[in-house]
């Protein structure tokens, strides 16, 4: 499939109610009553619920209640959908991204690095694979807040040692991201658009948990360049829209090839 020229893509940064599924699709739905015409919406890690370790308490079964509701926006925006859902799976709780079509079906990705500085590993059962999925062509690889620190998972290649060429055009991380580590989720998220040679969009919420911790959004988008795209007020709630350029990109990897001089290696 010839990939799309340009796609806008929609980042939506919310404050998220504490354990409050109803009253979070709820807000959701009038935070983006006015969205048309995007390629994609873009909504942060656990986006029903914020980031709790209460999966016994607030885990969906696959296709739930918040899937349902990804599958309605998805159909009624006519546009891409992407959040993370707390899941229950055969005895086994994931913090799992969904990767909502347009036309109702779904894929979705677990969540590969559990943030054990917040137990949840202890909570959550790790993925083992990571998907790139299709966005009009765009070649996509959809990750969740914690996998941003690790540069080998999030690397642009193959992970089996197959192949050094780029396997994605553009990376998201979907997060829960605190206030205080605010300089390492930009400095990280810019830093993956340059090893990566490709966009880079982080979504994150704005204000404070359960757990009494602040989060101050801070959502942002990168061209393969590095440069800024989109910028999105800290601590206040925002929709956003940004233009990504598929010829800007294979312009860009054409004249700079740094891509070709990347090491080799199969992830275990």
């Known amino acids: 499939m010839t990939p799309k020229e340009k796609i806008t893509v929609s980042l939506v940064q919310p404050n998220v109610h504490w354990e409050d599924r109803a009253a979070n699709l709820l807000h959701l739905s009038s935070l983006l009553a006015s969205v048309e015409n995007t ?13 709790s370790m209460r999966p016994q308490d607030l885990a969906e079964e696959s296709g739930g209640v918040s899937t349902q509701w990804m599958v309605e926006l998805a159909q009624a925006k006519d546009s891409y959908v992407v959040g993370s859902i707390i899941t229950h799976v055969d005895g086994h709780y994931f913090n799992r991204l969904i990767w909502m079509h347009p036309d109702g079906s779904y894929q979705h990705y677990d969540k590969r690095h559990l943030f054990s500085f917040a137990n949840e590993h202890e909570h959550y059962q790790a993925g083992a694979e ?24 999030s690397r642009n290649q193959a992970l089996d040692g197959s192949s050094i060429d780029s ?16 300089k390492p989720w ?21 204000g404070v948990d359960g757990n009494g911790i602040q989060h101050s959004g801070d959502s942002a988008a990168y061209d393969p360049k590095g440069e ?33 001089d990347k090491d080799n290696f199969k992830l275990s």
């Open 167 to 182: 396997v994605f055009d553009l990376q998201i991380f979907v997060a829960n991201w605190p206030e205080a580590r605010r």
């Open 228 to 260: 800024l795209l989109s910028n999105m007020p800290s601590g206040e709630e925002a929709v956003q829209h940004c233009v990504l350029d598929f010829t800007a990109l294979t312009a860009f990897r054409e004249k700079f090839t740094a891509w070709k």
């Open 186 to 206: 930009m400095n990280l998220l810019e830093a993956r658009a340059h090893e990566n040679q490709c966009y880079v969009i982080g979504v994150n919420r704005v």
């Open 39 to 51: 390629d994609l919406i873009i909504l942060p890690e656990m986006f029903p619920t914020g980031f």
């Open 130 to 153: 990571r998907i790139i999925t299709d966005l009009y062509g765009w070649r996509v690889c959809p990750l969740i807040c914690y996998d941003l620190r690790f540069p080998v998972w």
